[in-house]
């Protein structure tokens, strides 16, 4: 069954780093990363939350994501975006996507999360055993990558009958069931 989007706490933070070096190249300023030649640029959500993602510049406005997004909805891991800086000094925000990567994004929420349970740790390592990979807001905020190979079906089909609270982002629950009318 798929899911609608959650109710989402208002969690404003820069996309993870997918290392475990986290923050290593957060400078704070111009959101350059001198160690791998990324930028940050900016993604606004449907709700008006604002994140930033590492990206790689390939010229002409266009950059490969290097994160997943946590609020914005219909973009994944490894796109290819454009995005245009609207002030001198400013990062660049998100326009639109120039192509797909093939790769899918979920949200899910984990409670209690993961760092404290077992049993939410257990749904993470479920994922990763189908070949998924993902970053986390915090221990109970995730958004999983779904590479190309792997069945969406099967992976969305674990979460509901695990009884897990996640949602469709990339690609949004509204352009996998456009004939279903929201919940009142």
Same mark, same amino acid.
């Given at each position: 069954m798929a899911r609608r989007p959650l109710a989402r706490q208002r969690i404003y933070l820069d996309g993870g780093r997918r290392t475990t070096q986290l923050m290593r190249d957060s400078l704070?300023? #111009? #959101? $350059?990363?001198n160690s791998d030649h990324q930028?940050? $640029?900016?993604l606004t959500g449907p709700d008006g939350e604002v994140e930033t993602l590492w990206a790689f510049p390939l010229g002409d406005d266009l950059y490969e994501l290097d994160n997943t997004p946590w609020y914005a909805y219909g973009v994944s891991w490894h796109d290819v975006i454009e995005a245009r800086a609207t002030e001198p000094d400013g990062l660049p925000e998100f326009v639109r996507v120039v192509r797909k990567s093939g790769y899918r994004t979920l949200r899910l929420i984990l409670d209690p999360p993961a760092d404290k349970n077992a049993d939410s740790q257990a749904v993470l390592d479920r994922l990763t055993q189908f070949g998924c990979s993902y970053e986390g807001a915090n221990p109970g905020y995730i958004s999983i990558d779904i590479p190309p190979p792997v069945d969406l079906g099967q992976?969305?089909?674990f979460l509901t009958t695990s009884e897990q609270r996640w949602e469709h982002a990339d690609p949004p629950y509204e352009e996998l069931h456009p004939n279903d009318a929201p919940a009142a």
């Open positions: 704070g300023s #111009g #959101g $350059v990363s930028v940050k $640029v900016q992976v969305t089909q």
